[in-house]
C-alpha cells in the first residue's frame, strides 16, 4: 500500500518538487545542497538571500484529520478503498501516559498522526503541501524551512555603525 500511494502521491503536480523529507533519493543532503546553491547563485548576482529556519516541535500531532482527507481527495486524488484505509488508519488512534507502575486512562487522539510508521511521514508531507503555494520552500527532516531570494524592492536595515 506504502509503495503505491507514495508513487501516486510524489507524482502528482501538487506534491512539490522541493520536497526533500519522506522522498526516495532525497535527504537532509539534497535540501542543504539546493539551499547553498540558492544562496551562491544569489550572492553571484548580488541579491540579498534571507533563510529562516523553522523547528515544529510535535508537528506529526497537528495534522488535522478532516483536512488531511480532504486534501488527499481534491488535492490528490485519493479515492475509494484507499481514502477508507487512511481514515480507518487515522481515527480513534489512543494514548496512555506510564510513569512506574501509574498508568492514565486511555485518551482518543482526535488530531495526529501515529509517530513511528512507514505512512505518517507521507501523510504529514501530503498535509502540509499548501505551503508550497505561497513560499519558495524545502524541508530539512522534519522541519520546514523557507528560503526565498529576494529581488525587487526590498530594504535591509544597516545594523551597524
Not at 503505491?4 to 523529507?21: D, E, G, P
Not at 505518517?120 to 528560503?147: E, H, I, K, T
Request: hydrophobic share 35%; charged share 15%; net charge positive.
Amino acid at each position: 500500500m506504502l509503495a503505491r500511494l507514495r508513487s501516486n502521491l510524489t507524482n502528482s503536480k501538487n506534491f512539490s518538487k522541493r520536497q526533500s523529507a519522506y522522498r526516495l533519493g532525497h535527504s537532509t543532503q539534497t535540501a542543504l545542497l539546493d539551499v547553498l546553491d540558492s544562496i551562491h547563485t544569489a550572492a553571484d548576482s548580488k541579491e540579498v538571500t534571507v533563510l529562516i529556519g523553522l523547528d515544529v516541535s510535535a508537528a506529526f500531532d497537528t495534522v488535522c484529520h478532516s483536512t488531511l482527507t480532504k486534501r488527499l481527495q481534491t488535492e490528490f486524488g485519493v479515492s475509494g478503498t484507499a481514502l477508507s484505509w487512511i481514515q480507518s488508519y487515522l481515527q480513534d488512534q489512543t494514548q496512555f501516559v506510564k510513569l512506574g507502575q501509574h498508568r492514565s486512562s486511555e485518551t482518543t487522539l482526535e488530531v495526529g498522526v501515529p509517530q513511528g510508521s512507514v505512512l505518517s511521514p507521507l501523510l504529514f508531507a501530503m498535509y502540509c503541501s499548501p505551503v508550497n503555494v505561497y513560499v519558495n520552500w524545502g524541508w530539512f527532516s522534519s522541519s520546514p524551512s523557507r528560503q526565498r531570494p529576494q529581488t525587487g524592492p526590498f530594504v535591509i536595515p544597516r545594523i551597524y555603525p
